[in-house]
């Protein structure tokens, strides 16, 4: 076998040394506001709650609030709060928690925390520290002592961070649902089944005589088939969730004065860009998130695409060549009022060597949605706009024809289902991972279909595809990852 049957359930993670050292930090955002949060975590904070509360003899009572004056170390009162103290392991991050809630001015907040890093250093009556090696919090540490702790997995823990960051509903819904557990559920129901087929699998290893008979038995083809059915529904929810977070990135490309900066603000609902008459206007990047239908999408004006010998515009035109490259999708704007002259393919632009070489290249072939869009459409003929609605999108910005047409296109693009239920928060080492289940099954599957199939392969097609389905939630990570993922949250986090 590969591993013994013990080792197919869920491994714990073993803490890091430095989860011991106790942690303070500032957990709200940095500026003035109502109230601000000063939150440590780590073992005995009781005690250092009423040195630090001079309180002595007179513990907090747990998760109650406690209205209170904050003192400096010559007992005057700093400001008054609210003072919460969370017992291990009954708190965020399974440790003690204490949360000193005041009046949320940077310069109280500050002399909170200094207070806090001063008075740990002191000595209590047994002559020790009363908080050795308090230390300023790492970005995200809270959370990943939460997760080191078991309160969280690692998806869930990630969706701390996207929910903040959320910048739709849809996206703040789908984050509170991973938070919630709904990711972890979908991958631990898969996880169990595959820990199933493997206990087959293995103990077939083990027991040669029972030959190859067991997988009509056991129906171990039918059981993958249904996996990888159960898997391709997790897979479509995660990528809704993937594009709630991360968005879409769509470049406005097109010749001088084809309407691209108008068709910007026509989309954004105000006057973002400067637009005149004149070819050349636009010679920078200029971009705007928006959203539609719930998906953020982030918008790229360019500069017109032409040969010049204007320094200052030849740039323009290389930045927009560099944001084309990097497009998710991309509305190359032709100008109904120009005729033919104006009628250039995507294809003459996008496949063009001189812009597009190497890596760029590469990265840009096959990666973007290419929309075709006819602008100004008032201006011009009905014969002119009927032609141009057999090969693309007509539009005008000036009156707002065809712009729900244009909102709907992007949405289907992003491959966005407008009904789609149950989506979860998912980042792109989600994806990857499912990928990589995916693909492990359909190894295993391949193994199925010979007529003598090497078993011990197939336990390793499906070990791999369990060992991919833990990375999402923290069973299977290591090290380098965790430290890659926490140090993105805020401090205090």
């Not at 400001?79 to 017992?87: E, M, N, S, T, V």
């Not at 003690?96 to 002399?111: F, I, Y």
């Not at 020790?128 to 090696?133: A, D, E, N, Y």
Request: charged content about 20%; some cysteine; aromatic content about 4%.
């Amino acid at each position: 076998m590969t591993e013994p049957p013990a080792a197919l359930t869920r491994r714990a993670v073993a803490p890091h040394a430095a989860a011991l050292d106790p942690i303070v930090a500032i957990a709200t955002a940095p500026g003035r506001g109502a109230v601000g949060i000063v939150r440590l975590s780590g073992p005995a904070l009781g005690h250092f709650a009423q040195a630090l509360l001079n309180r002595p003899g007179r513990p907090l009572a747990a998760r109650e609030a406690t209205y209170l004056p904050f003192p400096d170390e010559h007992g005057q009162p700093l400001d008054k709060g609210l003072a919460i103290y969370f017992p291990a392991p009954r708190s965020y991050t399974g440790e003690d928690v204490l949360e000193l809630q005041a009046h949320g001015g940077p310069v109280v907040l500050q002399l909170l925390l200094a207070r806090c890093l001063a008075l740990a250093a002191h000595s209590g009556a047994d002559g020790q520290p009363l908080l050795p090696r308090l230390r300023l919090a790492r970005p995200g540490e809270f959370t990943e002592r939460a997760f080191l702790n078991g309160k969280l997995d690692l998806a869930q823990a990630e969706a701390v961070a996207d929910l903040i960051d959320a910048s739709t509903e849809a996206a703040a819904r789908s984050a509170g649902r991973s938070l919630g557990g709904a990711f972890a559920q979908a991958t631990h129901t898969l996880r169990d089944e595959l820990i199933a087929l493997r206990t087959l699998v293995e103990a077939t290893l083990d027991f040669p005589e029972e030959d190859i008979d067991f997988i009509e038995a056991a129906d171990v083809r039918g059981r993958i088939a249904t996996l990888l059915g159960q898997l391709a529904q997790v897979q479509r929810q995660a990528t809704q969730g993937s594009l709630l977070r991360d968005g879409l990135k769509v470049v406005i490309a097109g010749r001088p004065n084809a309407g691209k900066s108008s068709l910007l603000n026509a989309l954004a609902g105000a006057e973002l860009a400067i637009v005149t008459p004149l070819a050349g206007t636009t010679r920078d990047v200029l971009s705007h998130s928006l959203q539609i239908h719930g998906v953020p999408l982030h918008v790229v004006d360019t500069a017109g695409l032409r040969a010049t010998d204007d320094v200052v515009e030849r740039i323009g035109v290389e930045r927009a060549w560099a944001q084309i490259a990097q497009a998710d999708v991309l509305l190359l704007l032709h100008d109904l009022t120009r005729g033919d002259a104006e009628s250039v393919s995507a294809i003459d632009l996008i496949a063009d060597s001189t812009h597009l070489t190497g890596a760029a290249a590469e990265k840009h072939q096959g990666s973007a949605t290419v929309l075709q869009v006819y602008t100004k459409a008032d201006a011009a003929s009905a014969v002119a706009r009927a032609d141009a609605a057999s090969r693309g999108l007509v539009l005008s910005s000036h009156t707002g024809m065809g712009l729900d047409a244009l909102r709907d296109a992007l949405v289907k693009a992003a491959g966005w289902q407008a009904d789609a239920g149950g989506v979860f928060m998912a980042r792109q080492r989600h994806l990857q991972a499912l990928q990589q289940v995916a693909q492990a099954l359909s190894d295993a599957q391949s193994l199925l279909a010979q007529t003598h199939p090497a078993l011990d392969l197939l336990a390793e097609e499906l070990r791999q595809a369990q060992q991919h389905l833990g990375a999402i939630t923290g069973e299977f990570t290591a090290d380098d990852l965790l430290g890659r993922i926490f140090s993105t949250f805020c401090i205090g986090k």
